[in-house]
């Protein structure tokens, strides 16, 4: 009976999924705190509402991200991509926001920035590892030797190619 593929996890790849998951429980807590909590809220200041619940809502998307790259998901990856480009969109609405005079406190934006920045940089070394290698271990035998078909349709592909010879 064949054993399923199992990759060992490394361990900056369990540290960016610990991280994932943390930075989501804060979101959910202080997003939360503004969104339901009036002592908060007024510390808040001008805070934006629908990014305050946008960022609140995505708290849960981290931690849902963050479990899945612990387990090795690879919908993990697509999520990341999916909560960057998410994060990117709100974020471009919120310049246009105060582009036409709308109330913001700067600390939305440092906060804004750290999140695309982070889920970013998340997504693409999720991508690296989890999604680039899962591919690969589609077409690599455990001896570690590329399965026959490839290397046939390899061995095809440079028959196929012009001769270098010089006349």
Request: with cysteine; charged share 10%; glycine share 8%.
């Amino acid at each position: 009976m064949m054993k399923p593929l199992q990759l060992k996890r490394p361990l900056w790849l369990g540290a960016i999924a610990s991280f994932a998951i943390l930075f989501g429980l804060l979101t959910v807590y202080s997003g939360g705190a503004v969104l339901f909590d009036s002592a908060a809220r007024q510390a808040a200041g001008n805070y934006v509402a629908w990014v305050v619940w946008f960022n609140f809502l995505a708290g849960f998307a981290y931690i849902i991200a963050g479990v899945g790259l612990w387990r090795q998901q690879r919908w993990a990856v697509w999520l990341s991509f999916l909560i960057a480009a998410a994060t990117l969109v709100v974020f471009a609405a919120l310049g246009l926001y105060v582009l036409t005079g709308g109330s913001y406190e700067i600390r939305t934006i440092a906060a804004m920035s750290l999140r695309a920045l982070v889920w970013l940089i998340i997504a693409v070394v999720a991508y690296n590892h989890l999604h680039r290698k899962s591919l690969w271990a589609l077409f690599v035998t455990k001896s570690g030797t590329i399965c026959g078909k490839i290397k046939a349709a390899r061995s095809a592909w440079w028959r196929l190619l012009p001769s270098a010879r010089l006349p």
